[in-house]
């Protein structure tokens, strides 16, 4: 990763600030001939979109994606495509007052002292509104993933809300799609919703930690040692706003586990090898074993809360701060797209790395 | 990151199996004029090595470094430097009877799908040596860092053993060189003795999970969006073997917190901003703050152990497999200077990154 | 360089088809700070613009450059900046019934064999309006070194048009602006002009030698061994459409000199070293000297003229193909400014790479 | 290119100096399963090495290669291979008395410039030893092209000493192994003896002009347009010590041609497209069209003379200088192994880069 590039061969930079003109990703190193459309890429950004549901931020961007370059006739044509997403809904006055005061836990005071200077509107590049030019490329990646490993799926979802967590016993891939939070526990949907029309009406925030699973990933991805697959989804994880933690399979709870409850052990399936567990998350040595990739990640609560907060100002000077406009109580909500973007970049990412390196050949057993 | 190589400007490669001749770090970009030898690189990989303690392997390894390139009269040239560690203990005998097998929990299976073929003995590059390397590496980054930023303490310990914890109210930076866990929690120290004394006979391996703080880093390091310091440290530790979660300041525990719990307040000291409290680790927005920098990572049981277990052979035949010769009951201990060697070569590949880009000058608060 | 980016701290990515609604180049990396509008940029752009002069290609394109983002109140961000340029005179119809053949000389083959399709209006993606974008990430990169170098001055100029050099006794750096090729020989301007309505009328086409001098580079730039200066300033010449050859100094004539005749004797002046000459091009062992660095390439005749030439179908059928519509009968003078984008963006990348590794302090002499 | 690495996927790098204890390549992303052993890397090292004939260097190095990793019972494993060569007749005493001067069109007065010191023995790391290195690398680069791409012939050869060019009429293949000057014309070969040594016992020095040639390269090679396949040629040639000018097909005389006589009509063999002429040098668009890839580049006479020279001294002082010791007459001689190995490094890469972004599918003509 450098700079705002992230992958190796399908290399995505994004560009653009939360009130700027627009925003977008350049995407380098698509296949060629891959099928593609502005309705395909706007079928995942909608579901990103500010103001979906009352829990998420009022902000009303219609995120409508243009594609400015490399697809021609329909098919990416493997030059730089460039995708494009103009912003409409800034309201600028929201955040001019606060131009002078760092927000803390927020990236105004970092981006500061590095830089020099910053664009305060929004948090400027910091803002999530990046996101959206991730999930643009998340949605090329999953086209070419298509054509590519039909099988594939990759889905996203809500574990825990705060501390609020989900009955796996209760887990139903269908539920996913049938509440605003994406979780897979009907229950939890009830539950949540109760507990976060409090947070909104209090003004404060919660986290979230969100899980990406993806079905069907062949075998043999990832590049070994510093580009293993856990390693590039860690760090593609780790770049989204407010991540504090990445975990794989098992995550932070392996290391309270014995060698003896957490080897995934294996037998001959009619397809080849078959593991009884899956405490690895999918993933050995760095390199993707058949079975489901399982990746989680923790977002803290979102800093911009109505309580009144400590803070300093430009000039050195203490003072308070309070976040008025548009907010998110739960932005881990809207992490659910982002997550699953990622998964789609980097692991397409690894599969041309993979051919590029190997051909693709995988070593027979049996 | 590319196959064997991290940094961006500091960029390490290592190289080197198991039971090959030698391994290695190939070391471009460090920046000249910085005073090095031999010796104060092998301080860092005698911390490191095999046959220590009684809790660890007991493979006796010298692990004697050489700088073959690179540093011409004591000082560092800005050429790339070759760190070489000759491999003397091997006993390759230990593993020729499982070439045929795949061992449950480690690469041996993804990298004979992934490259046709896999250097079976001691797990070949897929072992935990390579990580000898990657401390030789960390010595000559923390020689540099004595130079460009003295004030930096890069410290590693373990917070962690299998399901047991530390006090952190008995927190004593100076009882980490003190026992042989690197804890920092006298009293742990003892618990987890014999505790894994017990595990150690019965053959079962438990996981760790290690922390690792960096205390006056100064404020401005991390490339935002996809070179952010946490993304990068983050890749840096899920590059390490079976390290399956990594965390930066609450980590995953971040999510159960409300926003008004979480923010951390900023005020005004004699030598610039001050923070009361740090629950971001020392990072916002993916830049440094100048707070110390906190990071864990959880570090799985090792796969290697006396049990029989479950699994096929490369003709896809199903059979036990039992691991005999040397093993770490607990290799999260070794993992200790392995994470602090990661976090020196990520802060001085960013320190070298940000006066690339900035040239160094950081924007004025007061 | 990777795919459709170059340089690696200032990277530089371009986009856009010859016939697509826009072009572009998203830089990144770019230090923060600098002072930058949008007509700083267009001001190098309108130097490269069709339709120029009546030697130059007719199609008559604005090239209005916007700045979508990474510039806040008139200073980069330090964050990704990008620059849009909006196509408006693509004539489509010239190009459609050529789409089923490949045009000798032209990449339209390659990219066929290649890619499986290709984008066949007006070259697509290899279409020398690619060069535009550059011209424009170059303009942001004169800014920067306007701000860092202030006494750097980066020529460039024409010395062949087809089998006919100048005299660089009647050199004079005035004249380039002041004629349509940018030469500094006024005979020269006065001799190509007629030489070139003759081959303007028959249709036919002809080749050029650019030169690219920079005039006040400071010495220590550059990284050995594979990040040589000229080994940057070489990749950067050769990627620009039609270029087959590049030299720096004496270039090609290098090999007919002896030892004697080339080395360029070192003495002392009032303000260091002093070169008796400059064989070298300014560069040596890959590292500025202080010296003009002078680099030069060969741009091959445009292969779109109007003689009828023998190529093939898609389908494999042999046939003929008149190339109509818009032709430069010297795409060499268009590559001037190009020359010079790409020497700036080269010199400011190498200035934030060496300042990166060695914080910019140069070896004392005297 | 990154400082001391070169290659997007098959990536080398190099390490060490001419008088330390080793040097060597560091080879990253090597196919798996390769055929290799020491034996086919000595092969083309035995064609570079010094004492071959009495027209080259004098120092009698074995140049022996070990394969310290990356290769197991026989084949590339697909991890870090190193590639290491010692040193073993160095002969210090030849630079001690120049280590406070700087050689004249050597590099050692920018790296003293850049780095604040330099090993001044032999050029440290800017001697020409460096390229055993890339020879090592290359003959690894030819094993694996060997399986990949059988037909592949990669042949380098000298067709200018000095002033003094050959007859491309007289032009024989197999003339190239029977002469000291790889040269494919017999009377050249003559003619050259004569004239070397001539200049051998002057104590003065010649240039040359190298071209290497890849036959039987499949079409669809290059990533435009930053990594076409001409660019990475250019940067691979220019990164060689002394080399001054890059072509690529016509190269600089292409600026003469009109472009009636440049390009290379296109008509149906059986077997595909076939070419009339290769003025493009094998590539168009920077991808490879089939056809022989024709690349030449320039070498400048060493600075290594018995001619004493004005220079200065560290401290500022004008001097004089006399290069005692050992030196090449005709560096080019020994460039020309060093060529072929770019050519098969960047040719490898190519492959490698091309089957990861499209899988290796050909859009089919016919």
Known sequence: ??????????????????????????VDGCPPGIAIDEAMIQHWLDRRKPGQSKFTTQRREPDAVQILSGVFE???TGTTI????????????????????????????TYHQKYGLRDYRGGGRSSARETAARVAAGGL???ALAALVPDLRITGYMVQMGPHGIDRGRFDWDEIERNPFWTPDPQAAEDWAAYLDGLRKSGDSVGAVIEVTARGCPPGLGAPIYAKLDTDLAAAAMSINAVKGVEIGD?????????????DEITMGPDGPDYGSNHAGGILGGISTGQDIVMRFAVKPTSSILTPRRTITMDGEETDIVTKGRHDPCVGIRAVPVGEAMMACVILDHLLLDRGQTGGVRGAIG
């Open 251 to 263: 995550g932070m709870a392996s290391a309270a586990l014995t060698g003896t409850a957490n080897a």
């Open 141 to 143: 990646a999953r086209a």
């Open 82 to 109: 460039q995708l494009m997403i103009e912003n409409t809904d800034q309201r600028s006055k929201d955040y001019s007052e606060i131009a002078q005061k760092f927000r803390p836990g927020h990236a105004d005071i």
């Open 74 to 76: 329909g098919r990416t």
């Open 1 to 26: 990763m450098s700079f705002n590039t992230f992958g190796h061969l399908f290399r995505v930079t994004t560009w653009g600030e939360s009130h700027g003109p627009a925003l977008g990703a350049t």
